[in-house]
């Protein structure tokens, strides 16, 4: 049974960089992509990208230009990184398996707020 | 990107009864592999989402066989056969066919 794991700083002011990262325990991390998504009242659910454990990686156009996911295999951790962050990143962000989305984290409340 | 469309987006229930669900999609959802790659989520309050059915039909582990997907090309639907109270929640279906990006349905609020 696999279980995900987040957890990063859930207050950033504008222009600062949102940093998750999503620990995966059990099943095999190298078989699945691995994915981020956010929700939020205004947009409901969006998929900001997924990776693979050799690093390659999908984006949503929308958020391409300031978003890197990134994976670190030795632990079995994948990670988000959002540069110039605005209210309208203000959101719950959910790390989940595979492109189908099988399993979900707990969830991490993200506020931009000066 | 493809748009998902849900109707309603609330649907009042009564317990024993039966729910149904309608996601709509602006273009075919049948991949180039023959697979129709359209799932449904349900999101209890306070929860976050989990995977119900994938592939448009498959229940997921431990799902009650009460809910039951169905549908093709761009009209699918999700059933309840006997809404029970641990149902209550908001429902999203959701295209991995058309990429990037993954897109979802705004959501059914289903509601006592």
């Known amino acids: 049974q696999v279980q995900l794991q987040q957890w990063g700083a859930g207050l950033l002011k504008p222009s600062e960089t949102l940093s998750l990262t999503c620990a995966v325990y059990?099943?095999?991390?190298?078989?699945?992509?691995w994915t981020w998504v956010r929700q939020s009242p205004g947009t409901g659910l969006e998929w900001i990208g997924e990776?693979?454990?050799?690093?390659?990686?999908n984006y949503n156009p929308s958020l391409k230009s300031r978003v890197t996911i990134s994976v670190d295999t030795s632990k079995n951790q994948f990670s988000l990184k959002m540069n110039s962050v605005t209210a309208a990143d203000t959101a719950v962000y959910y790390c989940?398996?595979?492109?189908?989305?099988?399993?979900w984290g707990q969830g991490t409340l993200v506020t931009v707020s000066s | 990107d493809v748009v998902m469309t849900q109707s309603p987006l609330s649907l009042p229930v009564t317990l024993g009864q039966p729910a149904s669900i309608s996601c709509r999609s602006s273009?075919?959802?049948?991949?180039?592999?023959?697979?129709?790659?359209l799932n449904w989520f349900q999101q209890r309050p306070g929860q976050s989402p989990r995977r119900l059915i994938y592939?448009?039909?498959n229940r997921d582990s431990g799902v009650p066989d009460r809910f039951s997907g169905s549908g093709s090309g761009t009209d699918f639907t999700l059933k309840i056969s006997r809404v029970e109270a641990e149902d209550i929640g908001v429902y999203y279906c959701?295209?991995?066919?058309?990429?990037?990006?993954?897109?979802f349905g705004q959501g059914t609020r289903l509601e006592i």
């Open positions: 592939k448009v039909s």
């Open positions: 273009q075919s959802l049948v991949f180039s592999d023959g697979i129709t790659y």
């Open positions: 989940a398996r595979g492109r189908q989305l099988n399993s």
């Open positions: 990776i693979n454990y050799t690093g390659n990686t």
């Open positions: 959701m295209q991995g066919t058309h990429w990037p990006p993954i897109t």
């Open positions: 059990g099943g095999s991390f190298s078989d699945h992509l």
